[in-house]
Structure formats: structure tokens, C-alpha cells
């Protein structure tokens, strides 16, 4: 078994991509197609808006509540491909680390409400708000209390960059979304929501068009609902002169594996002219029964049974993919 990292919020939410990543998850498991997000870094403030499914009242007054918020009733539940949360904990999180205020409307609900809530989570004012369905959550003061942390942090530019970073991992999960990212009132880069990954990859990589990338997908017939979807760039076509480009996502999350990147790599290389890199990427559907369960859920690693039978699976489909690209 191989340990694999997710590459997640997690234990802490020590940057403001972190807490980007925590509200941009929230607003995809509310099944928003519309996300923008908007930074304020000198100001240690984030917002982001979404056309999603909203909160009602109740919904609202519980959603910053200590562990009161779980989807997540079993471990099995954390690799349900349709659902990204899973602590409960961010929102209250956030409200011992900032100030936190929600502007939501259900769909359908005649109404919107403004949530302001106290350190403990708890709901300090309550206000019918004229809005539009969908929900806006303001993170400000980020660290207020904590200036270590704060003076722990990169600059704004940087962390601006490790912003963009994760909008474009998650986008490439979750590629039928338009993402809209602005710093300072100024518009930085939006991503267009593309039918499938392969259309979306050029906006991360403009030298690369979509001519120049190869999706296949490959059903296990011994692993129920398990599918290796893999998209490669051609050898003869692009990525000359740049690094590596791998990235590995499990059930709609990326993920840190350095054994499955190591088979990528070596696949690629056997086959690859030396001035070429791969660009490649793997997501993989996996039944949860397939993955077994760190003891605490909030750890942000998993372990992958049957390692090297994904790893020759992997490699074989690499293998026919750029063998087709040679014809
Ligand atoms: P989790 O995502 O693990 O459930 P969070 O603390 O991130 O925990 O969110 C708490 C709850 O608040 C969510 O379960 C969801 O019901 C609600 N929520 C948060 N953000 C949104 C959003 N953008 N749209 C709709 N509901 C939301
Ligand atoms: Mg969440």
C-alpha cells in the first residue's frame, strides 16, 4: 500500500489559499457553475461568490457551529466523488482564526439573509439581505489574532501565485465551472469552464493547444466503478523546453503520490525524444472500497490498496496512448 497525500485543506488553514481552497470546495459541493473569487491580500480578506444552491435559515445558523456540520457519516463518505467537504470544521475554523459573514440565498427562497458570526461560530446579527441565489462568503482580518502566522507568510505576490496555483488544480477536477479570480478590485485571470479536462488544460498551459493532448480513459472490469481517465500531451507535438508537467487527482481531488508520478514519469521517458517532457494528467475514479481509510479523517492522507496493480494499469495505458500518437 502507498500512502497518498490530498492535497487539501486540512489540519490548518495557515494561508489565503487555504482558505480560498476551503470556500471554492464548499461552493462546488453546492454545486455552483459560477465561482469568483476575490482577494484583498494587504487587507487579509477573501470573498467568494457563488450561484449555487444557497443556505436556508437553519442551514445558515448552523454552518460556523462547532462539528455540527458533517456530510460525512462514515468514513466511505469522504470519496464520494460528489462531495468535498467533509470535516465540518472549516467554516468554524475560520471563525476563530477571522471574521466571518454569509450573505446566502436558497434557490427557490423567496428571501436572503446576512450571517455575521462570533468567535465561537455562534450567529451575532442576522439581516434579510436583497440577494441573488447563491451564496457570498467574506473572510477578513485573516491571523488577526495570530501574527506569527502572519509574519510566517510569503508576500502578497506569492501568495497571489499559490492562489492561482489551486484555482487551477481544482479547476482541472472540476473543469465545467467558470472561475474568476480577482486581487484588489482588478480582475487577475479567469478560467473558462470547458466540457472536459483536455479543452480546459490550455488556459493553464497556453503554449499547449488542445490538438496537442490526448485523452483515453480506461474502465477496470475487476475493480467495480474504478476508471483511470488520463490525459497525455503528444510527444511530437508539444512541451519542448519546459518541466515536467504531472499531476495526479483521485475521486475529484489532487493528491501528492510520488510513486504513481514516479510510474507516470518512467512510462513517459521510455518513449519521449530527450527534449520533451511529459505533461500529463491522471485522475482516477476509485470505488471507496478500494481505498483504505486513515483512522483520523482529517489527516490528509489516504493509503491505496493494490499499489502496483494501479502503477502496471497506469503504465499500460500510458503506453497505448502514446503508441496511438505515433500512428
Ligand atoms: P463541510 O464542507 O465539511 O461540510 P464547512 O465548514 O466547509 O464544512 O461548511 C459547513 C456547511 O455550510 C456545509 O456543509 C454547507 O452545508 C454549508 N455551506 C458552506 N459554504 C456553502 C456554500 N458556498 N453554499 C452552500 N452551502 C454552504
Ligand atoms: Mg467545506
Redesign the pocket.
Known sequence: TEVVYLITAGEVIDSLSAVVR?LVE??L??GATRIVVSLWPQNWRVRVA?N????NLD?LQQ?AAAHS???IRSSADLWKITSL????????SLTTLADLEIF?RPVGGNEGYQVVYNESGEVVKLEIAPIAPG?V?TVSNLFANCPARRQGLPTPAQQMKAVQGIIQQIALCHPQVTYQVWQNDRELFTICPAATVEQLIPQILPQVRQSDLHFCQLELPNLEKSVINLVIGLPDRCHRHRPDWVKVAINGRMIKSPELEQTILSAFHKTLPRDRYPICFLHLAISPDQINWNRNPAKTEIYLNEITFWQEQITQAINQALRISEV
Open positions: 476551503e464548499n461552493s459541493d453546492a457563488d449555487g444552491r444557497g443556505m442551514d454552518a456540520t458533517s456530510k467537504g467533509f470535516r465540518g470544521e472549516a467554516l468554524h446566502s451564496t462568503v
